[in-house]
């Protein structure tokens, strides 16, 4: 048996890391220099990396293991279903039964009449499922001219051409170009971009860009609009509470077709099982994974109202699938995952004891001299490092301020991710009271680190 423990010295890994692993979104000979950190284990909200120090994981992942690390039953499900039946695909009139019961289960905990599912292997590809789902929908409705699809700047939708043209990260645009009928609105980040406009105000004007923006290109050629509930990667940018009812009365207004990326959102993320309910969407299409399995198998999909289903269905065989469509294995993890958090109430855990208490000790890292804000739902948080809170001000790109503070955090063995001046966490939906005080007094640890190292570098901050 090939049994892959931390079975050579850190450096040694490192360099063979180095010499034949190449790493997404990574400068690879930035890394190589200093070399990866190696995590070896993983259990509840913790990891150990291969020099043994103990790291609170405040990003899931990456916003993906919900349930925490090391769940024995996951395991255990496995092994069962690769011993009974490894793989079987489901393209040619056969099914197998974790597709089916999976697809159930979604369906049984999706709002709405969002009751079918198609499968795919990662967010990615379910969001390009999407974009090929939309435009065949419009095609069998007999409108093929109704193919272009709307999204915002600053969106994350994966990294394939379809998911990285959904998203409007012009650096993702710029490696391989974007695909065509695909156009961006703004996004309502207030803090960043909302000028003198109050949160309300603002957050109805980036709505309204939708409009603006269907009637610049003709309503009769907009095929759907895609959006996350609250965009992760682009920095936990919470839309102000005007946004999400207004995005929705222009979707109905011109019958467009609406897709929520519930990637992140998804399973318990917010507090309630769907972002969607968060914020009261009431999309025709979402997008899932991540949370979906809590990343012990890569599985995504797409779940489809029940007319959309039903027309392309009505259009006879749609040519679009993967050979992991479904996989039973990744499935029957999946399933489990739901289980888990069905039966150990993990979303009320969320809404009523994790939420409420993060909240309280989030807000308070206002009072930080480096922080500006510090929004939160649910367990996906951000804060804003600025120079000059009244003025909502941003540091130069010279300060590097979100790597400094994202260094300093790695040093205190806190996961937190930074965007831009933006720091955001995401931990594991089973947080206790006492895991999240050690994740702000590491936090606060690091910023305190971070402050006193912009002014010993002369940089100006307050
Ligand atoms: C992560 C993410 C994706 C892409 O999922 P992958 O599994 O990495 O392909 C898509 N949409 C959102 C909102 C995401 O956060």
Sequence with gaps: MTILTNHLPTAELQALDAAHHMHPFTDANGLAAKGARIMTRGKGVWLTDSEGQEVLDGMAGLWCVNIGYGRREMAEVAARQMEELSYYNTFFQTSHVPAIALAAKIAELAPGDL???????SGSEANDTNLRLVRRYWQ???KPW???????WNGYHGSTMGGGSLGGMKPIHAHGGKIDGIAHIDQPYWWGEGGEMTEAEFGLARARQLEEKILELGPDNVAAFIGEPVQGAGGVIIPPETYWPEIQRICDAYGILLIADEVITGFGRTGNWFGSETFGIRPHIMTIAKGLSSGYQ???GSIVCDEVAATIAEGGEFFH????????????????????LQEEHIVEHVRDVAHPYLKQRWDALTDHPLV???KLVGLMGSIALTPDKARRAKFS?????GYRCRERCFANNLIMRAVGDR??????LVITPAEIDVLIERAVLSLDECYAGLKADGIKVG
Excluded: C, Q, W
């Excluded at 009751?115 to 292997?121: E, K, Q, R, T």
């Excluded at 029957?332 to 739901?338: D, G, Q, S, T, Y």
């Design 115 to 121: 009751n079918h599912v198609f499968f795919a292997g």
């Design 140 to 142: 069998v409705k007999g």
């Design 146 to 152: 109704r193919n272009i699809v709307i999204a915002r």
């Design 298 to 300: 890569p599985i995504g």
């Design 321 to 340: 699938g993967y050979t992991y469509s479904g996989h039973p294995v990744a499935a029957a993890v999946a399933l489990e995952n739901l289980r888990i």
């Design 372 to 374: 500006g804000e510090a």
């Design 397 to 401: 790109d010279e300060a590097n301020v």
């Design 423 to 428: 720091m955001i966490i995401a931990p594991p």
